[in-house]
């Protein structure tokens, strides 16, 4: 069975990069069915897509935050990464990683971190 | 923007009950809709996709119904383990919008 685990840094400092990276197991991350996804959630909130990757590296970003965000793939580690630049308090969050088909929901989820912005 | 609004935003209700969550979406969606619990602390599960399929695993006392802009998820019996916030998922186009705010059914 597939398992996702986030990892990175917990503090990430106002104007700073926040980078996170989820590494898959149980699967390739190069399968062709499946697109490898980020979605947060703020304290006490509700769930935010971030974006997604297949792992031939086209991406797809909510436009909201289509500016700051960057989503790669390292198919020789079974990991893909995040990066949103200038953040600000209002990017703290749990980050969660997740799994879609292209038409689908998504299926398996990782336990989430929470990354917090604070000087 | 595809907006998804949920009602009610809190449902009270008794264990054994039934409970009844609504979801919209701003325009058709087709089928392309999924429900999600999420309990304190842990990432969220799927329930259902396509509007009314189980996910694996999922009891039968789960269940959703819907197409184009209204769905409805419904419990049949609540079960302590179901108190939890429930979010819908459009995924008909992933690019304008995609979760409701959710609906936290607590006990009443």
């Known amino acids: 069975q597939l398992q996702l685990q986030e990892s990175g840094p917990g503090l990430v400092k106002p104007s700073e990069t926040l980078s996170l990276t989820c590494t898959v197991s149980?699967?390739?991350?190069?399968?062709?069915?499946?697109?490898w996804g980020w979605i947060r959630q703020p304290p006490g909130k509700g769930l935010e897509w971030i974006g997604s990757?297949?792992?031939?590296?086209?991406?797809y970003y909510n436009p909201s935050l289509k500016s700051r965000v960057t989503i790669s793939v390292d198919t020789s580690k079974n990991q893909f990464s995040l990066k949103l630049s200038s953040v600000t308090a209002a990017d703290t969050a749990v980050y969660y990683c997740?799994?879609?088909?292209?038409?689908?929901?998504?299926?398996?989820w990782g336990q989430g971190t929470l990354v917090t912005v604070s000087s | 923007e595809i907006v998804m609004t949920q009602s009610p935003a809190t449902l009270s209700v008794s264990p054994g009950e039934r409970a009844t969550l609504s979801c919209r979406a701003s325009?058709?969606?087709?089928?392309?809709l999924a429900w999600y619990q999420q309990k304190p602390g842990q990432a969220p599960r799927l329930l259902i996709y396509?509007?009314?399929t189980r996910a694996t695993g999922i009891p039968a006392r789960f269940s959703g119904s819907g197409s184009g802009t209204e769905f409805t998820l419904t419990i049949s019996s609540l079960q302590s383990e179901d108190f939890a916030v429930y979010y819908c998922?459009?995924?008909?186009?992933?690019?304008?919008?995609?979760f409701g705010q959710g609906t936290k059914v607590e006990i009443k």
């Open positions: 997740a799994i879609h088909t292209a038409m689908g929901p998504f299926d398996y």
């Open positions: 149980g699967g390739s991350i190069s399968s062709s069915s499946y697109y």
């Open positions: 990757i297949y792992y031939s590296g086209s991406t």
């Open positions: 325009q058709s969606v087709s089928s392309n």
């Open positions: 396509g509007a009314s």
């Open positions: 998922q459009q995924y008909n186009n992933w690019l304008r919008g995609s």
